[in-house]
């Protein structure tokens, strides 16, 4: 969906002569990458505009990806019955979600762009909306998982190292295995 065009509003030109069907579509895999799509703000210059839609395809991955990891931390935190003061799935998601957004600065690839160039009638001011179909290797977002368990497998260990006591110790051990079984079974960003 387009930024919402105002009632004196006109698209003018487009780089297609239909909207691509990828333009909505959720992220997908594609092989051994994921695709995913980003729209602009409207802009008076086109690069500002692609610059953009990069930048919220890359945000739009990272929040997709975090939900998932999100839900898995979650699941694991259950089935290992780990207190939030332990393990809090909502900060090892963000710090996974800022590894990937790092991640991605260098690693996401334009594959294909749309652009339309709108004119606001009453003003005769002209702006762009562009959409890009972007993809980024499934490795990078499983790299990302895995260094994001590492770190919290070297934070258990250092608060089981700095615990006093012998069930403070062992909660933590159990959260140690909980996020080893973790790394195990790696990252799939099929649900």
Known sequence: VPPAAEPDEK???SSHDLRPGWTVTE???????????GLSGKYAIEKEARDDAMRAAA??????IGTLAQDRFERLQTSYGLTTEIVDPTNVTRRFEEQLASAFVTRVRPKEWYIEKWLRKQTKETYFAVFVLAKVPKSTVEKAYEDVVDATIDDLKNKRDEANEAKAKAQFENAMKAFEEAKEQGFSIEK
Do not use: M, R
Request: aromatic share 16%; no cysteine; proline share 5%.
């Open 59 to 64: 945000n739009n991955l990272v929040k997709y």
């Open 27 to 37: 992220p997908e895999t594609v092989g051994e990458e994921l695709a995913f799509v």
């Open 11 to 13: 698209l003018i030109w």
